[in-house]
């Protein structure tokens, strides 16, 4: 099963969500599949990565975006 992680610029998430991390500027949302066009524009999702929560690029892709 393919998980896929965005944040969320702006705080809110789709409801279809799998798990959300929620911080002070940001949200990491993982999702079972792609969210829609219309979920990136509303939630202001950022695709940081496709796997597992730890693998490095996703590690990596977070860090950027939170800098």
């Not at 990491?28 to 496709?50: F, H, S, W, Y």
Request: net charge positive; with cysteine; glycine share 4%.
């Amino acid at each position: 099963m393919r998980h896929y992680w965005y944040i969320s610029l702006s705080g809110k998430y789709p409801r279809r969500s799998m798990s959300v991390q929620i911080a002070k500027r940001y949200t990491i949302v993982e999702l079972t599949d792609e969210a829609t066009p219309n979920e990136i524009d509303q939630c202001k999702l950022v695709l940081v990565g496709i796997g597992w929560f730890t693998d490095k690029h996703i590690q990596e892709n977070i860090k950027r975006w939170l800098r």
